[in-house]
């Protein structure tokens, strides 16, 4: 499975983003999606996770109400559609894929993207 994921850049504080994650190399209802986000010298944080189209989606609590996640199985994409964005989610954002059991933690994911820049300026 390949992911590629785009959208990361620069916003201001307040401002809004929208990642998207491309899949490749397998069939993508099959595939559980999440994303995560890393800082520098700190531990990989998820962020949200959608196991397959129409399920429940998990969203971390440091930015619910703010992120949306979403997958369009048609294209093969999951989407996070960042809102009100805070100079604290900037970070390398990380798309992942793994069984259709995902959850919060980065060993129940099987496939990485390559990671996308978020600055948000204050």
């Known amino acids: 499975v390949q992911l590629q994921a785009c959208g990361g850049g620069l916003a201001q504080a307040g401002g809004s983003l929208r990642l998207s994650c491309a899949a490749s190399?397998?069939?993508?209802?099959?595939?559980?999606m999440g994303w995560f986000r890393q800082v520098s010298g700190k531990e990989r944080e998820f962020v949200a996770a959608?196991?397959?189209?129409?399920?429940?989606?998990y969203i971390s609590d440091s930015v619910k109400g703010r992120f949306t996640i979403w997958r369009d199985d048609a294209k093969t994409t999951q989407y996070l559609q960042m809102n009100s964005l805070k100079p604290e989610d900037t970070a390398v954002y990380y798309c992942?894929?793994?069984?259709?059991?995902?959850?919060?933690?980065?060993?129940?994911?099987?496939?990485w993207g390559q990671g996308t820049l978020v600055t948000v300026s204050s």
């Open positions: 959608i196991r397959y189209t129409g399920g429940r989606t």
């Open positions: 992942a894929a793994g069984p259709t059991t995902v959850g919060s933690r980065p060993n129940e994911y099987d496939y």
């Open positions: 190399g397998r069939t993508f209802s099959t595939l559980g």
